[in-house]
């Protein structure tokens, strides 16, 4: 691998690190809290800037596509919070939790509570919607050793 792919690579990575931490903190975020407004990104110059656009919105598709499952820690002014991410095979779900099992192996439960968000084929659903053997992807709030999901989606079916 060259000089200029091995970069390539990494600046991909970090905008696909960048995305997933903040689609946690998305998820993560207590409601009664909004986003900041950000500051306007410079022009690129002319008609490369939504080909780069383009290029990143895939290679972060990509990347995010083969991500089983992780944590992230997350700094704020108060506190920092941790966030847990996986994608996987239903193993058991019931009202209060829902367990998962990715395919390398790695199994996890998380809490499911009234704001918890559900997502089945891109349409708001309910934990009861949710079936042993689907394929989903949690987002979770960990505090010490228990993790509460903040969203549980199934993708939209193709």
């Excluded at 820690?73 to 919070?81: A, D």
């Excluded at 394929?135 to 505090?143: E, G, H, M, N, P």
């Amino acid at each position: 691998m060259n000089v200029r792919s091995k970069i390539a690579a990494v600046a991909v990575g970090a905008v696909a690190l960048g995305t997933l931490i903040g689609v946690g903190v998305s998820y993560a975020d207590d409601p009664s809290t909004s986003p900041t407004p950000s500051a306007p990104a410079s022009a690129a110059p002319s008609g490369q800037g939504h080909q780069a656009d383009k290029a990143g919105a895939h290679a972060r598709r990509a990347l995010l596509k083969r991500a089983l499952h992780g944590e992230v820690t997350l700094g704020g002014k108060e506190k920092t919070r941790v966030i847990d991410f996986q994608r996987g095979a239903v193993q058991k779900v019931g009202p209060t939790a829902i367990t998962l099992k990715s395919t390398d192996g790695f199994t996890a439960t998380y809490v499911v509570n009234g704001e918890t968000k559900v997502r089945k084929d891109g349409q708001p659903a309910k934990i009861g919607d949710i079936k042993a053997g689907d394929t989903v992807r949690v987002v979770a709030r960990k505090d010490g050793n228990t993790s509460t999901a903040r969203l549980v989606a199934e993708p939209k079916a193709r």
